[in-house]
């Protein structure tokens, strides 16, 4: 596995004295979405779904540098939209390393490769892009020809450069898991610093609402895909903790973590994760304070919370596990390769 040393000592260490302080909630990362433009329209993603006038704004740098230090998150994730049309990308990352966050833009990569110049790589820094598959499946995931040849392009000249890089990999209903598998046999190919997997996100905006995955489906269907990788026939490089892939496959029973992975945007913080719009408050102090995270999650029996087995709302609790004594070597085996 990748997940990268430093940054495992860092978010540990974080972890740790989160714990010390007594504090019961508290951020592991910051969902930042500096706005909602993107240049394609992936049919299981709402967000260009907004009015015209939300899409034409943009968070400024010093919004984006007052949401992180008021947040207080180790890792900032900049999803989006595509970050990549965002005008002061370039300087809202910078600023973000600077502060010693670890920052991962998540990108389509259409616009990568000429964008290179404009940052500088980091052990702090690394893109996130899009891949939802081999060709034919990204290319009908994002809903046009020739996006996936484009950004394995881009991820090799990022390579070629001295980037850190990583794939994120959405997982419908109905996908092949060969040709998941597949991808992956592939992707290793291109020497990356991780893969990322998380089932389709259940997203009332999504203009295709008939491939989200149940959550047995979702345990099924990751069992499969996995089996190789479980089994040590494969050794396939993943930017997770193991007990994420654990809950994935059924072999874990977690409860979702939302304010682990707290979203602001140009709406402001949004209530109460990244999947539901329930509205939005002005402080992130008024998040953790005014919602009432006992509705939410899988225990609550919320029905819009009983099939997500999202990464953003289950990767902090796998985290927070992995502190447990009879995990800490089966977690520290995804930093050393074990």
């Not at 740098?61 to 949401?67: L, S, V």
């Not at 046009?144 to 980037?163: E, H, L, P, S, T």
């Amino acid at each position: 596995m990748a997940v990268q040393l430093q940054q495992a000592v860092e978010v540990g260490a974080y972890l740790i004295s989160q714990r010390l302080q007594g504090r019961k909630r508290f951020p592991l990362v910051l969902m930042l979405e500096p706005l909602f433009r993107c240049n394609l329209a992936c049919v299981g993603c709402g967000k260009i779904q907004h009015p015209n006038e939300i899409l034409r704004q943009n968070l400024t740098p010093e919004q984006c540098f007052r949401a992180v230090e008021e947040c207080g998150a180790p890792v900032v994730s900049i999803p989006g939209g595509e970050p990549l049309l965002h005008p002061q990308m370039a300087e809202i990352v910078r600023g973000l390393v600077e502060r010693r966050k670890f920052v991962y833009l998540c990108t389509n990569a259409i616009l990568l490769e000429k964008n290179l110049d404009k940052f500088t790589p980091s052990p702090y820094l690394s893109f996130s892009v899009h891949l939802d598959g081999p060709r034919e499946l990204h290319d009908h995931s994002v809903d046009r020809k020739g996006v996936f040849d484009i950004a394995v392009k881009a991820i090799k000249a990022a390579k070629a450069q001295g980037f850190r890089v990583t794939t994120n990999t959405t997982i419908f209903a109905g996908t092949d898991p060969k040709a998941i598998q597949e991808f992956f046999d592939f992707a290793e190919t291109l020497k990356l610093d991780g893969m990322m997997i998380s089932p389709g996100y259940s997203y009332a905006w999504a203009p295709d609402q008939d491939h989200f995955l149940k959550r047995e489906q979702t345990r099924a269907l990751f069992r499969e895909i996995l089996a190789p990788f479980k089994t040590g026939k494969k050794h396939w490089n993943f930017n997770h903790n193991p007990l994420f892939l654990d809950f994935l496959t059924g072999e874990k029973d977690y409860d979702c973590t939302p304010w682990g992975s707290p979203s602001y945007s140009v709406l402001g913080w949004q209530k109460p994760c990244y999947l539901l719009n329930e509205g939005y408050y002005k402080t992130f102090q008024e998040l953790l304070d005014k919602t009432d995270w006992e509705q939410y999650g899988r225990a609550s029996g919320n029905p819009k919370c009983q099939d997500c087995m999202v990464h953003c709302g289950y990767e902090p609790t796998a985290a927070l596990d992995a502190m447990q004594p009879q995990n800490i070597v089966r977690s520290l085996g995804s930093v050393f390769g074990w």
